[in-house]
T-cell receptor, first 114, second 112 residues
């Protein structure tokens, strides 16, 4: 099976702009989780989607949002970008039937906010 | 609380020696503990996991131990090799919050 893919791989934006990142899970996986990775904070959980519904969310401001489509592909959106949003954004997919299913990560999208 | 503490943040060991990374969690309802390895510029990959109904699990040179009473779990790598150099993340599934929380990572370096 093909692995988790993310597009774009790199992105440069300026403060105040908004950005949309995409994640395609492994075929058959119904859960997609998003994480923000920064050198100082490690992997921070953003949200999880399962069957087009947000199943859980982390402690991020409302500028961070996401959605999932019927084919399980997921997008996350960050509005009104701030310098501190510069990070590697990783998504991970799992079969989703159990919350403790193994998660498989994508390569990430590196976002730089200038 | 939603917290997983990981120590040490950096670890350097001689090739062939063992490396141990420790994590503690606060949610007594946690029942699943995966470990991920992230090589430079690559995605995190699962290397081993343990569920709360067992105390230890081994896979070749890698082992994980779990102490539910003390709420801590550890990764043990024996006979370390240069390709073990990476950042290792522990994680815990918090039953009370139904989500996986990651530790802050340990950068492991293997000295030749």
């Amino acid at each position: 099976k093909a692995g988790v893919t993310q597009t774009p791989r790199y992105l440069i934006k300026t403060r105040g702009q908004q950005v949309t990142l995409s994640c395609s899970p492994i075929s058959g996986h119904r859960s997609v989780s998003w994480y923000q990775q920064t050198p100082g904070q490690g992997l921070q959980f953003l949200f999880e989607y399962f069957s087009e519904t947000q199943r859980n969310k982390g402690n991020f401001p409302g500028r961070f949002s996401g959605r999932q489509f019927s084919n399980s592909r997921s997008e996350m959106n960050v509005s009104t970008l701030e310098l501190g949003d510069s990070a590697l954004y990783l998504c991970a997919s799992s079969p989703g039937g159990k919350r403790t299913d193994t998660q498989y990560f994508g390569p990430g999208t590196r976002l730089t906010v200038l | 609380g939603e917290n997983v503490e990981q120590h040490p943040s950096t670890l350097s060991v001689q090739e062939g020696d063992s490396a141990v990374i420790k994590c503690t969690y606060s949610d007594s309802a946690s029942n699943y503990f995966p470990w991920y390895k992230q090589e430079l510029g690559k995605r995190p990959q699962l290397i081993i996991d343990i569920r709360s109904n067992v105390g230890e699990k081994k896979d070749q040179r890698i082992a994980v131990t779990l102490n539910k009473t003390a709420k801590h779990f550890s990764l043990h790598i024996t006979e370390t090799q240069p390709e073990d150099s990476a950042v290792y993340f522990c994680a815990a599934f918090l039953g009370s919050a139904s989500k996986i929380i990651f530790g802050s990572g340990t950068r492991l370096s293997i000295r030749p």
